[in-house]
């Protein structure tokens, strides 16, 4: 155990840089029982990929209440559901997507530069990745305000930070559980060629998702599709603005973007971690966790892992191709992952080919921060552009 004070994921200044932290329990404490939550804390690479590749040692079924089909079960009952929805999703992230998302980008970049600048977040890395969940599921994107509110709503209770408190409930999440519901019952009248219309449809060899496990599905691809390619964005552009040589580069060569998302990915990971239930008692980095015990893998330490990254917390453009763990590995890798890369890359080429210049307007660094413990992006980042 670390000789320091009790270890609380959820202080405020963790959410703005819990990245000496991770460092201190990767030398110390690689893995450490904390005071809040109560849980253990696994820092290091291998431990962590570890522990993602054996479900039958850490379980997802913790993660049951925010979806009981995917994030919540595991193999064999996770099995058929997956394999549903990755062939529904996959055989719509076709070139008609990144068409969709390459028009939308340049849109909301056009109106920053006609206006001189504005909040990347609120004006680029928000409303694009729900524009685009929306038309994947046939939904109007008219709406997608409503989208980033509800999402926001969903990701700040999940977290014990909603501005409500206690057990109450948002009324942002009530309305969209309510629009949500209307839009299964719509699908089970007449089913389109959309992706919640594919998800009850099923794949060949396999009947459709019932109406539940399609409503519970869909609603976690709002929420998880939408929040990872926001902070993704957000967090890639913030990192440009803190380190100057790196946005000149990239603003010389946009055709880089490919190594920009991955980089971001592993510097300044959109998810920071992943909770697991320990289903016997394992033993990690000569630690035993006892059986029944709430697991936290730290995404984020395990991808600025010194025994597995040169010089981790250096943001470095050439690192290469260095696998990360920012959509987690195993049977429970994220299913949204090229979904999330392609829109990151849609808003970033759009941004880096028709702007000169990016200023910060405040000091890169001083930014609020989205309102989780387990999500990591800006809340907002002003801009000049030229």
Known sequence: MLKTDPIDLFHPELRLNPYPLYAELRRRAPVCQLERPRAWAVSRYEDVAFALKRPDLFSSRVMARADPVL??????????????????????????????????????????????????????????????????????????????????????????????????????????????????????????????????????????????????????????????????????????????????????????????????LRFDSPVQFLFRLASVDVTLADTKIPQGSLVILLLGSANRDEHRFHEPDRFDLDRGSAPHLAFGLGPHYCLGAELAKREATAALEALLARAKRILPISPAGEEARVRSIQLRGPASLWVELF
């Open 71 to 264: 994030l919540g079960a595991d193999p064999p009952q996770h099995t058929r559901p997956r394999a549903i929805v990755s062939g529904a999703l996959l055989a719509r992230l076709t070139a008609e997507l990144d068409r969709f998302a390459n028009a939308a980008a340049q849109a909301h970049v056009d109106d920053l530069l006609a206006k001189g600048g504005g909040d990347v977040v609120a004006d680029l890395a928000a409303p694009l990745p729900v524009r685009c969940i929306a038309w994947l599921l046939g939904i109007p994107p008219s709406g997608y305000l409503d989208f980033k509110r509800w999402a926001d709503a969903v990701v700040a209770a999940a977290s014990g930070l909603s501005e409500n408190g206690g057990n109450a409930v948002d009324p942002s999440i009530s309305e969209f559980e309510a629009f949500f519901e209307a839009e299964m019952k719509q699908r089970c009248r007449v089913q389109g060629d959309d992706l919640l219309g594919a998800l009850l449809a099923g794949i060949p060899g396999e009947t459709g998702l019932s109406p539940h496990e399609a409503l519970s599905v869909g609603k976690l691809l709002l929420i998880a599709g939408s929040e990872t390619a926001t902070n993704l964005i957000g967090n890639a552009v913030l990192a440009l603005l803190q380190h100057p040589r790196e946005l000149s580069t990239m603003l010389a060569a946009p055709f880089r973007v490919a190594d920009l998302v991955e980089e971001t």
